[in-house]
Structure formats: C-alpha cells, structure tokens
T-cell receptor, first 115, second 113 residues
Framework: EAGVAQSPRYKIIEKRQSVAFWCNPI?????LYWYQQILGQGPKLLIQ????????DSQLPKDRFSAERLKGVDSTLKIQPAKLEDSAVYLC?????????????FGPGTRLTVL | GNSVTQMEGPVTLSEEAFLTINCTYT??????LFWYVQYPGEGLQLLLK?????DKGSNKGFEATYRKETTSFHLEKGSVQVSDSAVYFC????????????FGDGTTLTVKP
C-alpha cells in the first residue's frame, strides 16, 4: 500500500512570495489533515477535511493560508504572502474514517524556509 | 482548549536502561491517546495507542496506560536499545470534536551503547 505522498520536499522562498504544497493521501482515506511543525515543537493542526468538506480550520491563519481538497482525494495548502514565521515543516496525514480512534498516517513533510 | 504536556528532553540513556517519558493531558470528555515516534530521517509513525481509561497500549516493548484519574499516558520501556533513539510525541484525539488532534512538543531520546 502506498503511503501519503507530499511535494515538494523542500522549498525556499522570500517573504511576501506565495507557495503551494500538495498532498496525496492513502487511497480510500476519508480524512486528511494539514499540520505545521515549527522546529522544536509538536505538529499543530491547521485544517482537517473529511472527504471534501472542512471539519476544523480554527487554527488556520485565513488571511494568508488557504487549503482545498477537490473531489475528496488530494489536497493543496497555499500560503500567500509568506512571512518569516511560516518557516516550518508542513505535514499531511490521513486516516480511513473520522480519526476518532484511528491511527494517522503521515507523509514525509515539506520543509519551508522563508528568507 | 485541549493540551498535551510532555517531559522535556533531551533524554540520554545507556543501552538496557529503563525508560519513562511522562505525558499529561487536558481535554474535555474522554480522548483517545497516542504515542508517535519519529526516527532520524523518517516521518512520524504510530507507536501505540489507547482509546479508553485503563487501556494499555503496547508495541516493540514499549507500553503506556491510559490513566483518567491522573490524566496521564506515560511511555515506558524496560530495556532500551540504540535503535530506539528517536523523537517521541504524545498526542490526543478529541472524541467530542470530530477527532481533532493535539500533539505535545516531543521528547528526544538518545541511547548510547
């Protein structure tokens, strides 16, 4: 079974530029998560989708971050414009169902550096 | 809101030593609890989980018991190996809020031969 795929693996941009990350979850997984992991901290949930609907986006900075999950499969997270404090690893994870007791399967992450 | 507090690291042990990594949580209702591990150069993966009070999760010699009375989920292993060197994350899934997850800040374990 293929795991969660993410691209790119690394991205370096200057502040005020825009950037997009892509995630393809495990086939058949209904729930998809995007996390931000700043160096030395644990993952912080940004947004949670179930199929193509948003379940929780309370910690997503909506003035600059956006995410979509068209057709309930792969997903894109965008930052526009980027700030220095957005430097982090962006993790995508998926679970078969609503994630209540399900194991989350994580992708390798995208490491973003904002200069 | 929900929170997870982990024992601060880094933790350095000799091979075959006993390991405890403390984890306490604050949550409404009865969350599910998890330990995830990140080995060097790899992604996060589940180590073990427990879904209700008094449940014990176990895997690869690691154990953790869901203690509702102390709101804790401490990770233990009787005899660590060099290959256990990794970052360990305690996490909860809020069963009253569509499974919203909260992670601790991680504890780095280094095991020396």
């Amino acid at each position: 079974e293929a795991g969660v795929a993410q691209s790119p693996r690394y991205k370096i941009i200057e502040k005020r530029q825009s950037v997009a990350f892509w995630c393809n979850p495990i086939s058949g997984h209904a729930t998809l998560y995007w996390y931000q992991q700043i160096l030395g901290q644990g993952p912080k949930l940004l947004i949670q989708f179930q199929n193509n609907g948003v379940v929780d986006d309370s910690q997503l900075p909506k003035d600059r971050f956006s995410a979509e999950r068209l057709k309930g499969v792969d997903s894109t997270l965008k930052i526009q414009p980027a700030k220095l404090e957005d430097s982090a690893v962006y993790l995508c994870a998926s679970t078969p169902l609503a994630g209540l007791t399900d194991t989350q399967y994580f992708g390798p992450g995208t490491r973003l550096t904002v200069l | 809101g929900n929170s997870v507090t982990q024992m601060e690291g880094p933790v350095t042990l000799s091979e075959e030593a006993f390991l405890t990594i403390n984890c306490t949580y604050t949550a409404t209702g009865y969350p599910s609890l998890f330990w995830y591990v990140q080995y060097p150069g790899e992604g996060l993966q589940l180590l073990l989980k427990a879904t209700k009070a008094d449940d014990k999760g176990s895997n690869k010699g690691f154990e953790a018991t869901y203690r509702k009375e102390t709101t804790s989920f401490h990770l233990e292993k009787g005899s660590v190996q060099v290959s256990d060197s990794a970052v360990y994350f305690c996490a909860l899934s809020d069963n009253t809020n569509a499974g919203k997850s909260t992670f601790g800040d991680g504890t780095t374990l280094t095991v020396k031969p």
